[in-house]
């Protein structure tokens, strides 16, 4: 029986993170947490989800991205190519003890896939003082080429003259 890997953390762009803690404190009452050089800002819970948003800037993708938990970052990524999606980090390590990579599926949407190093004790999936550093923007998946419409069988009738 094969495990769906489950989605461990999630974050959202920001180009304004006092606005944006404002708001998802009045809207939602969540607390927010800002690290040291104002890249990233983390949300205060203890909800098995790590959420955060990085600044608009960084961001690896156009919306918010969430990042899946696997056990083999190498064996995930072929996994991804093989079925038509499209590697954009390979892997990078993270100082909490794992490694995250990122790809795109054949729509263009970004995922992050975090795994913990081996033999790492459990660990929060990625956050704000360890993100890793940003890479150029993606481009999305090329999409599959347009179909053209069927032509018509032979030529159209003439119009009847009454």
Known sequence: MTVTPPIVHIEF???DFARASAFYAKALGWQTQQNANSTYMKLDSNDSLS???VRADLGQAPGPLAY???DDLVATLAQVEKAGGRVIVPHRPFAGGGEV???ADPDGNV???WARKKGAAAIAAPAA???PKPVAAAKPAKPAPPTKPAKPAGKPAK???R
Do not use: C, M
């Open 159 to 161: 119009p009847s003259k």
């Open 101 to 103: 990579a990122l790809f």
């Open 129 to 131: 003082a360890t993100k």
């Open 68 to 70: 899946v938990e696997v």
């Open 51 to 53: 959420t955060g948003w």
């Open 111 to 113: 995922v992050g896939l």
């Open 13 to 15: 762009r920001s180009s």
